[in-house]
């Protein structure tokens, strides 16, 4: 069992910027693997970013823009999220494996 916890939702106006923070805890030794996901109003969880083993991947909505880094030692993952548009409001969901975090929500409004 693995617990996630996201930190720095906010809100932000279009352009700006927000760092998002998922800290893990529990049964696990390797943030490989970790991904943040997205859920906006009245549409579906989608992906957005994980961290893989030397590697990183991102939806192409974000590609460019959003930023996925972390620090194994600490167990923490985050997401640097640049020119922020207001499609990409929603709540963010950090995940390893069948693990979800509870969410963080960032809204990109003027």
């Known amino acids: 069992q693995v617990q996630l916890v996201e930190s720095g939702g906010g809100l932000v106006q279009p352009g700006g910027t927000l760092t998002l923070a998922c800290a893990a805890t529990?049964?696990?030794?390797?943030?490989?693997?970790l991904t943040w996901y997205r859920q906006a109003p009245g549409k579906q969880r989608e992906f957005v970013a994980a961290?893989?083993?030397?590697?990183?991947k991102y939806a192409d909505s974000v590609k460019g823009r959003f930023t996925i880094s972390g620090d194994n030692a600490k167990g923490t993952v985050t997401l640097q999220m640049n020119s922020l548009k207001p499609e990409d409001t929603a709540v963010y969901y950090c995940?390893?494996?069948?693990?979800w975090g509870q969410g963080t929500q960032v809204t990109v409004s003027s």
């Open positions: 529990g049964n696990f030794f390797s943030i490989s693997g």
């Open positions: 961290i893989l083993s030397g590697s990183t």
């Open positions: 995940r390893f494996g069948a693990n």
